[in-house]
């Protein structure tokens, strides 16, 4: 395709065109995507309108057909996901069905919230995960390795909806201290926004860190048996020289692999903890329009997650590029 | 198994002494001796070929020199003396000294053994900035004359490259550039040229001898194929079932095997001068168990001169002319 359209051209690098290709073949994906995103809330039984008509004392047929046709609902399913589809394609996510705000206007407004929250949680599971998984192939076998892996296995086994509700809980009950719940915006008081974003996020990451670890601990003795880094130590360098310079990087391929694959757990980990922890983000935003059947809502946060996951796995196969020499574009 | 003073073995000024070294290995069915009581020289400048069939203990022999084998194996007796210093008893950061600088290593498979992710440049020029203590730039313009010395076209722009970019005997060139960055006093090639075509074999073989002799660097040379190494060993040790069965010069050893083993050995190879469509004679049996040796020699099961006494006790190593060794009771 990037022939065709004439990428390989002087002027444009490999480089440039794989990344074109590769954003081309999003869209197919994408398309796919919006009709699962848009059948999928439609599914779930009990309509918007019967949950809007219970909150009135007076409702009568007339009043549902009338409802129906104001927010469009009337049209078959099929005509519906066209006349949103069209709409999505120029920008329009369409209004919330409650609030009658576009829905564009609420992502903005959410959308960096849980963005910084998955960023934060994603430096927390990398900076535990890594290190530990290292430290873990190094002592293969000891205590510590024991202990660092029945530590990354309790992070898995623990969800963490229920460890965000023992940090709400026990140390207020102890220490009288809870975690921070107002929020303020970053660049209102980026340390106040810290201090509420935090907890949630070092939860979020540790959880996600267990995988990370343990693929980070079984690649390393993995990569610790190889040939090369026989020749490395043949060389006489020095124990930890050997595991950074000759090693990490082979190690770090597969893992980049694993955080692409993460990335659907971690948004789908802050809808909840979002919740608990009181950050309105796009998580609370989310599980409010699914309870209150806000189709458009539901549909449109959907859409910005598929095209973040779609994106993170764009850039997890752009990464290989900077760390293994044999891939090329 | 004691030397005798007018041995080989007890001889002064060695550059690297091998002496009475056993090695085992944990596996399922227990500790697993993989070398038993196995002594040898290197003199300076000299090429020293260990000959044997896989398992034999000839890589063994080559890992235990560095201490670079893996956790599983665990040396158990022995001392091995490099240079007047016991290697076995010093502490790591000596020993790192001695790795790539005094002593280098070259292994079998160029293809997994060159760093995928680190440029040509930087594994070459990796044990002269750490060894010499020399800036990068440095290094790396001695790695780019290293590479013209094993003969890789290109070498300043060829720094830059990746392993993957280099066939199989290129990429064993550059394990010997590699190798010879510190002008080490001793290169261990662990079957360099296994993994390589038979036509590139010869070159890198012939390529190797010719640096080394250019150093002065003495080399151990160890490999399958006792026909590969006759050209260029000055000696040559045969292994069987983890011990030396026979060393001797390599004129000697060709011309007069003192060992059954050799003298099979030497037997299962074509000649110029065998007719064509004759059998070459094979070894009858299978090579031994190293998890459960016979109480004798290792070799006596498939032996045609096995004697009673062959199967009951091990004969020692021991001289049959000057310098030449072999672990025999004697056959004829």
Redesign the interface.
Known sequence: MAFLLGFHRPGYTTMQAFIVKRLLTLLPTLLFTSLIVFASIRLIPGDVIDLMLSQNDISTGQDREIIEAALGLDKPIYAQYFSWIGAVLVGDLGRSLWKNVPVSEQLAATLPITFEMGLLALVVALSVAIPIGIFSAMRQDTGSDYIARSFSLLMLAIPSFWLGTLVMVFPSVWWRWAPPLDYTPFLEDPLKNLRHMLVPAILLGLSLSAVTMRMTRTMMLEVLRQDYVRTARAKGLKENVVVFRHALRNVLIPVVTLVGLQAPLLIGGSVILEQIFVVPGMGSLLLEAVFQRDYPVVTGVFLVVGVAVLFINFLVDLTYGFLDPRVRY | MKASPETPMAREGSLLAVRELSVSFRSERGQVRALDHVSFEVEEGETLAIVGESGSGKSVTALSI?R?L?DAGQIDNGSIEFEGRDLLHLDEPS???????RI??I?Q?PM????????IGKQVA??IR??RKLPWSIALEQAAELLDRVSIPESRHRLKD?P?QFSGGMRQRV?IA?ALACRPKLIIADEPTTALDVTVQAQILALLKRLTKELNSALILISHDLGVVARYADRVAVMYGGRIVEIAAAAALYKNPQHPYTEGLLASQPSLHSTPGERLQAISGQPPDMANLPPGCAFAPRCHYARAECRASRPPLEPVAPGHERACFGFE
């Open positions: 560095l670079l893996d020993l790192r000294h001695i790795r790539g600088d280098a290593m292994f498979e997994s053994s060159l760093n995928p992710v680190l440029t990796e044990p750490l060894h990746y993957h394990m590699m």
